[in-house]
């Protein structure tokens, strides 16, 4: 909830609990563990407009910073690692990479 209260006070995005079907403008993003797994994960299945997103939080990544880059994964953000702009600051040492994985 702490996450949640972070983003809505750093950003124009608001999270408020369920309680009635979302109106047309509203989307939901499901928050759940059904299995007690401990990694989390995103469910791909849900991301059109009439399905929640659904993000499981494992026991691994409840704490800050890691629910806070699975929130933003959620919603839509890219790692960092995936930015366009990502080899003007990245230099990868290809003779620190081990033989065969590359």
């Known amino acids: 909830m702490s996450s949640l209260s972070l983003y809505a006070f750093k950003t124009c995005l608001q999270f408020n609990p369920v309680m009635a079907e979302p109106g ?7 928050f759940e563990n059904p299995n007690g ?8 299945e849900g991301h059109g407009k009439d399905e929640p997103h659904r993000l499981t939080l494992g026991y691994e990544c409840l704490r800050s910073p ?12 890219p790692f960092e690692h995936n930015r366009a702009s990502r080899d003007l600051f990245v230099d990868v040492q290809f003779e ?3 033989s065969g994985e590359i």
């Open 24 to 30: 047309l403008n509203q989307h939901v993003l499901v």
């Open 37 to 44: 797994v401990r990694k989390c994960v995103i469910s791909m």
């Open 66 to 77: 890691n629910i806070d880059m699975m929130i933003m994964k959620t919603l839509g953000f």
């Open 96 to 98: 620190n990479i081990e």
